[in-house]
């Protein structure tokens, strides 16, 4: 498969050894066979280097360490700024592929007018049970579409054209959290973003992960961006659609207030969800939630845990 493109695969990582020994393996188990990969050490205790050492893959591969811990999108694009393929994609080091997710990624954005391919994930707990799956079906075609919500996912499920790249920009280092839901949006305003309609992405839980708490970065830094630089194409919609839209983004801000435990956050933002929409029933629901410092939240998890 000499021939075909070659697709940079951008794996950062910190401080998780074991984790990206998994990960690089499901890229070497690819069936594609044009492949490079860039791991971007984050600056972990333990340089990744030796871990990569270790592993025997046919693809090339080149480890790059940051000389100071600057964060996961940092690092991302310090491997965008290397890769020389014609396709970049990413894998997070807590996630793994199945081994024909490039091969139909690259089968799908060669055959159609698109600037990314995206795929569905599953969630995979300690015991290797599978405790949710995502099969995506849409094609997104507007930036509304992921302002309403993330549909398209994290990182590790998209490939995008190199070109796309050039146009839009690199995902936003100054972002603290949502960095994926944001290039996305820049690069719906150029381009289709279509899914191959398979959950070819595995994410591992661990039992030490917990939810990221960078709750105030969200409110404070992301949310007044995504507002600002999106205005045009938030007050482009009707005004339904209009403020569907805000109550989409509070929601969702509302439901990573209940998951950080930021309940009297979590409440402020489900109550600016329903006055903007009263038919969010997900606003409703986290409102509910909110309620008595998260009581009923923290029960809820508890039993489902």
């Known amino acids: 498969m000499s021939g075909d493109p070659t697709v940079s695969v951008v794996v950062p990582t910190y401080n998780r050894p074991a984790r990206l020994h998994r990960a690089i393996e499901s890229i070497s188990e690819q069936t594609y066979g044009n492949i490079e990969i860039i791991v971007v050490d984050d600056h972990s205790k333990e340089p990744a280097s030796s871990i990569v050492d270790g592993i025997s893959t046919a693809f090339d591969i080149t480890v790059l360490r940051h000389s ?4 996961a999108n940092a690092a991302r694009n310090s491997g965008i700024e290397r890769a020389t393929g014609e396709y970049i994609s990413f894998l997070d080091d807590d996630d793994t592929w199945e081994p024909d997710k490039i091969t139909k990624q690259v089968q799908k954005i060669e055959s159609e007018s698109i600037g990314l391919v995206y795929t569905g ?13 995502s ?3 849409q094609t997104v075609s507007s930036p509304a579409q992921i302002l309403k919500s993330n549909t398209i996912g994290s990182f590790s499920v998209v490939l995008v054209d190199r070109e796309v790249i050039s146009q839009v920009g690199l995902p936003d280092e100054k972002l603290p959290i949502w960095q994926d839901k944001e290039w996305y949006i820049r690069i719906a305003r150029q381009y289709d973003l279509a899914p191959v309609k398979e959950s070819l992405v595995n994410h591992h ?15 404070e830094t992301t949310l007044p961006h995504i507002l600002t630089e999106f205005r045009d194409e938030i007050d482009s919609q009707s005004l339904v659609e209009r403020q569907r839209t805000y109550s989409e983004i509070y929601y969702s801000i509302s439901r990573y207030g209940l998951a950080t435990g930021h309940f009297s956050a979590a409440k402020r933002y489900s109550r600016l969800a329903l006055i903007r929409f009263p038919f969010n029933y997900k606003a409703l629901a986290a ?5 008595r410092k998260g009581y009923l939240y923290s029960s809820y998890k508890s039993i489902a845990d």
């Open 68 to 71: 100071e811990n600057r964060g």
């Open 287 to 291: 409102f509910v939630f909110s309620l």
């Open 205 to 219: 839980h661990g039992s030490g992960d917990r939810v990221s708490g960078n709750f105030d970065g969200l409110v």
């Open 135 to 137: 099969r995506p079906q």
């Open 121 to 133: 994930m599953k969630h995979i707990n300690d015991d290797g049970e599978v405790t949710q799956e």
